[in-house]
């Protein structure tokens, strides 16, 4: 009796720290979530396994034991590399080239495909049969009408 006793005991004693690190674990989910791996670039640093993943969050990790607020934790990243970490960079003059670069590459692509087929359109010359190809072409076609064969 005594072994179910303190059994008990230590899970009672050992459950706020089960519960503490759960929470810990989706904390760090939810802030990795949202970091771009700069050695992959197009994975999360939560998706990615490569060495500066594993080294952000374990720095992530450390912070968090230290008491840091999430805003804490991305200030501090984005200080040390930069904007591009983030997956969603704030609107400001040094990123208006990540947010409007796609959309400024999507027009120049349009007006370029444009122009192309506009100058294309410019080269076909229109050309007509001469009196002589006109009738071997009329000739051909009432051949085939009569004989039943169809183009």
Known sequence: M??????????CISMPVWSNNDATKDRMLNITSELRCLVCQNETVAESRSDFSNDIRALISRQ????????E???F??????DFILYRPPLKSSTL????GPLLLFV?????LAMALRRRRRRIVATSLSREEQQR??????TNSHSGNAL
């Open 97 to 100: 080239l990540l947010w409007f």
């Open 137 to 142: 072409a009329d000739t051909l076609l009432q």
């Open 77 to 82: 990243l984005v200080s040390r590399y930069g």
């Open 2 to 11: 005594t072994r179910v006793w303190l059994a008990l005991l230590c899970a």
């Open 73 to 75: 934790i991305e200030t």
């Open 64 to 71: 968090i034991e230290a008491g840091k607020s999430d805003t």
């Open 108 to 112: 120049f692509g349009f007006f370029a």
